[in-house]
């Protein structure tokens, strides 16, 4: 609902190390959202377009970045990362841009990537209806983890240790309601960070539950609880490395 109202964009986040850029999760409204962003993010500049999993608000803009990234398949260059299912029997990238970008690979779990000298793992396959990942990127300045859609699971908090940084798509206010949505709710998030204890959590993929009830004022309470510095993510939201409170 939140998606399909646009309450709050969907078009992903950006990481940017150097000269190297990740599009994590092009959702509906990325290159729109990018090409009217204040700093400019620049499409054309992308290295690397990630996918944690193939459902629509994660991967609609998917084939138009891949298209913006090689300049309208005219340059070959950048590269996708995406679960095996997304190329599956109906897959979400077109064949015709898996053949303009210079390489497609397919996450496992476990593993890890690289992309001009910047790496990140997937620790953990997460627990969600179609085969979806998260990422960790190890940074010299410090450890970034994105916890993408997945329901709890005890193994998260080990898979996602050291974290400085930790993204959490926190989508539900409470338990109950809609198991089989299979979504991190606020108590799961409080878990996580109180276990991981990173030096900055940050809450984001909004389900209407929680925009009712001010995810500001969620992410000050978890701040207050544990002591650790929970922000909840807005529309443009920068963070930068070293991280500094
Ligand atoms: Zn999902």
Redo the contacts with the bound molecule.
């Keep these: 609902m939140v998606v399909s109202r646009q309450l709050r964009s969907s078009g992903g986040i950006w990481i940017q190390y150097g000269e190297t850029t990740f599009h994590l999760d092009p959702g509906p409204g990325a290159l729109v959202k990018a090409l009217s962003s204040r700093p400019r993010l620049i499409p054309s500049s992308i290295d690397a377009l990630l996918l ?2 193939r ?1 629509l ?2 991967a609609n803009d998917l084939n138009i970045m891949a298209e913006a990234m090689t300049n309208g398949t005219t340059r070959k260059r950048g590269c996708i990362f995406l679960p095996p299912d997304a190329l599956g029997k109906e897959p979400v990238l077109q064949s015709y841009l898996r053949e303009a970008v210079e390489e497609v690979y397919l996450l496992r779990e476990k593993n890890t990537y690289t992309v001009k000298g910047v790496s990140f793992t997937t620790p953990i396959r997460h627990y ?3 085969e ?1 990942y998260g990422f960790l990127f190890s940074f010299p300045d410090g450890i970034v983890s994105f916890i ?2 997945t329901q709890y699971h005890a193994d998260l908090i080990e898979a996602y240790s050291g974290s400085d940084i930790l993204v959490i798509n926190t989508v539900r206010l409470e338990k109950g309601g809609f198991p089989g949505l ?2 991190l709710t606020v108590p799961d998030a409080v878990d996580i960070i109180s276990n991981i204890r990173p030096r900055c959590a940050v809450l984001t993929h909004f389900g209407m539950t929680i925009l009712n009830h001010k995810p500001w004022e969620i992410a000050n309470a978890i701040s207050d609880r544990t002591g650790i510095d929970v922000r909840a993510a807005r529309d443009g939201m920068l963070l930068t490395l070293p991280y500094d409170r």
């Design positions: 944690s999993h459902h608000d994660h969600h209806p179609v979806t993408t859609d299979a979504h």
